[in-house]
């Protein structure tokens, strides 16, 4: 290891000042090493090189100015319990007042003669002269601050649990110091020089410390050439990795070939219930084209919920099957295998394939049996969890792998076929409708397909946001409809955190429900901690019509399919995410009766809740709402908290940099292009590839 690399590598806890308790609020945050802290950008930048005089301070300003202490306390107001902490801070030239408002615990922060920075608002108060409130504040107990904290352009940190802004940017400091200015570049050359980039090491420095002449501004917008270079760095790295992948997948070779004729096509007419849309069709030709290719196919099918994704999967499995082959069909959950299972086994009676369902409920003996006979290829479709193929089911001829709903399996399923040396064609399937360009950045090694269109004859579902008063009149209209004949659910939020008192909120509700509002029909009740059999048969009698109304927690998000439903409430909406009230929303809208959808609030709302309110209210458009959440979750929370198969980016943010990203995929092909690497060194290259953006590990 060069002198650089052991600097960097040196974990977070070795370093002055973090123990062990911060080194674990930095790994909580995801920052274990040197190299992790050094490629965390501060928030944003504060120009301290020119401290105001206090003197100077003019009202309705932003200002950042530095003094002593000359007294502080706590002061009682007239509105009981609310406290201000006042302080009068000195720098010579005057002195001013500054109050923190309901903030008592700065009386154990703040003493008499603290050097201290402040940042904030400077507002006229009445008669009494000038004062600053609620400012950001350091105290500057430092021997050198002068050099670290203060007289230039410092960077803001994000606090880190225990850590404070101002240790971090010590930390950062320090470790820069010790750095070598020879740091290795990880970009080419070739590819450094051609986009006249500063150095790697220069980078950081200027990144963290700029220098005095550089612009407040472009370094907010993450816009200088030391920025736009680590960010280009990460980029370029992480399409180099895109581009070796693509490469790797071009060299497999499948083992047999399927090809389609008339026979087939008949088949496939006779299986099939009804008509494709022509985007189903468009899709179909798409696999199966793939199909037909010596490659293994490596395609996502976008489309949103409804749009009738099972049946192109089922249709490109009947290529498979009618070729002497097999098809592992995965869902994410064991109630959609079950559901998966009932309608393939149902549309595939007139052909003379078997299936199986394999889920964690399928007894011993009778898993042994149907093992053997997959083992021997007289069962040709396999449907169970994505536990399928990483457990001990063994294949005669696997050709096709469809992985439902579950778009980050994919890029873990890959793999662990690949180690078992096996090539079938992987199509994996999503109704989260990952906005285009998006897709084309993280999955550039994909093929897309997408569905836009609909099945014929459906009505757009109805979608208004209530507050929670207006209950009353939402249950009467629920009541009408199942009186009609329709069947309803009702969504109750679970977080992870509150699993516990969300779970106890949601059985409350189901025997209010039943008892006080609608004691005269049928209720079910469904969540994850029942046992799956238990599940099973609340589902099945949902869909059998038994049960008229279900209550259920997020269970129901993905893929359930009861056509018949075409109400659903949610209760709490403000506390979902756009894409999952969508995904939610999309269970019903699935028949031509017109559907319905309430989204129940508690207000006060936030903005952003009120923001996510008003686009399901606005749009029934999967990409639309997507792009919308995207922008204004960012892609980490877009995708959900940190999933296999989602790249960890530590500089680049998916919308900000989507420009450096394109220009990073150019150039990474066209460097892998020239520099032709061969086959052990790419495969070399996709582990620390793998490693570095976490997208192997199993979360
Ligand atoms: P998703 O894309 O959400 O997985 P599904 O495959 O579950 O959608 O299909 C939704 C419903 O639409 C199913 O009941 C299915 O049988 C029906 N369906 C799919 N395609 C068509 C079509 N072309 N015409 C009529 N109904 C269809
Ligand atoms: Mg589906």
């Known amino acids: 290891m060069s002198a650089a690399d052991e600097v960097l590598a040196t974990p ?12 674990a609020d930095f790994a909580r945050a995801g920052l274990l090493t040197v190299d992790d802290l050094l490629y965390r950008f501060p928030m944003r930048y504060e120009d301290r090189s020119r401290l105001q005089s206090i003197a100077s301070l003019k009202p309705g300003t932003s200002s950042s100015l530095t003094g002593r202490i000359l007294s502080c306390g706590l002061r009682s107001t007239r509105r009981p319990g609310f406290k201000i902490f006042d302080a009068v801070v000195d720098d010579g030239t005057a ?29 006229m108060r009445g008669s009494g002269g000038l004062q600053l409130t609620n400012p950001q504040y350091e105290i500057l107990d430092d021997d050198d601050a002068e050099t670290v904290h203060t007289g230039r352009i410092v960077p803001v940190y994000e606090r880190t649990g225990s850590v404070t802004p101002k240790m971090q940017r010590r930390l950062v400091y320090d470790a820069l110091q010790k750095l070598p200015p020879d740091l290795p570049d990880l970009l080419p050359d070739t590819v450094r020089v051609m986009l006249d980039m500063p150095s790697r090491y220069a980078s950081l420095v200027a990144s963290h410390f700029p220098p005095a002449d ?8 993450f816009a200088t050439p030391a920025q736009h270079r680590l960010i280009f760095e990460e980029a370029f790295l992480f399409q180099t990795g895109v581009a070796a992948r693509r490469k790797t997948a071009g060299a497999e070779r499948k083992d047999i070939v399927p090809t389609v004729d008339d026979r087939i ?21 798409e696999i199966v084209d793939d199909q037909q290719r010596p490659q293994p196919m490596n395609r996502l099918l976008q489309g ?46 007139p052909s003379r394939f078997r ?26 479709l396999v449907i169970g969890t994505h536990a399928l193929v990483e457990g001990d089911v063994r294949f005669k001829h696997l050709a096709l792998v469809v992985i439902d709903e579950q778009h980050r399996f994919g890029v873990l399923q890959r793999a662990s ?26 999955y550039g090694d994909l093929d897309v397909s997408v569905i836009k269109d609909v099945p014929p004859g459906r009505l757009p579902i109805k979608t208004t946001a209530k507050p929670e008063s207006r209950r009353d009149d939402i249950y009467a209209f629920v009541r009408q409809q199942l009186d009609e004949g329709r069947q309803a659910y009702v969504i109750y939020p679970l977080v992870e955190e509150s699993e516990k008192v969300d779970l106890k909120a949601a059985t409350a509700m189901f025997d209010h429900l039943s008892q006080d509002v609608f004691p005269h029909y049928r209720l079910g009740l469904l969540h994850g901690k029942m046992k799956s059999d238990a599940k099973e048969r609340v589902m099945k009698s949902f869909a059998a019509g038994e049960i008229q109304l279900l209550v259920s927690t997020t269970v129901v998000e993905v893929g359930v399919d009861v056509p018949n439903a075409s109400v659903m409430l949610v209760e709490h909406a ?25 989204l129940l609030y508690q207000a006060p709302l936030s903005e952003e809740a009120r923001e996510r309110l008003r686009a399901m209210t606005e749009t029934t458009d999967g990409f639309e709402i997507a792009e919308r959440d995207l922008a204004q979750r960012g892609p980490g929370d877009f995708f959900g908290t940190r999933q296999a198969g989602m790249p960890t980016f530590r500089s680049i943010d998916l919308v900000r940099d989507r420009a450096i990203l394109d220009r990073a995929k150019v150039e990474a092909d066209a460097w892998i292009d020239s520099a032709a690497p061969t086959a052990a060194v790419l495969s070399r290259m996709l582990e620390s590839w793998e490693q570095r953006f976490k997208l192997i590990e199993v979360a």
Request: proline share 5%; hydrophobic share 45%; net charge positive.
């Open 12 to 23: 977070l806890q070795y370093l002055k000042g973090v123990g062990p308790r911060r080194a």
């Open 95 to 123: 002195s001013i007042r500054v109050s923190w408002l309901n903030q008592a615990f700065l009386r154990d922060v703040f003493a008499v003669g603290q050097h201290v920075v402040l940042f904030g608002p400077v507002e």
């Open 214 to 221: 550089a612009s407040l501004t472009d370094l907010n917008a």
């Open 265 to 285: 096509r008949e088949s496939a007419r006779r299986v099939l219930p009804f008509k494709l849309t022509s985007g189903q069709k468009q899709a179909l030709k």
């Open 304 to 349: 949103d919920v409804g749009a009738g994704k099972t049946i192109v999967a089922l249709l490109a499995a009947l290529v498979a099957m009618e070729n002497g082959l097999q098809v592992a069909f995965m869902a994410p959950t064991e109630i959609l295998a079950e559901q998966h299972f009932l309608n393939i086994s149902r549309m595939l009676q």
């Open 355 to 380: 299936v199986a369902l394999l889920t964690g409920a399928t007894p011993p003996a009778a898993r042994r049996q149907q093992l053997a006979e997959v083992e021997a290829g007289s069962i040709q």
């Open 417 to 442: 076929l690949r180690t078992k040396g096996l090539h079938p064609d992987v199509l994996v399937m999503t109704a989260t409708p990952i906005p285009r360009t998006l897709a084309l950045t993280l």
């Open 574 to 598: 403000e506390r979902f995410g756009l894409s999952q009230l969508h995904q939610l929303r999309g269970r019903v809208g699935r028949s031509l009766h017109q559907s319905h959808c309430f």
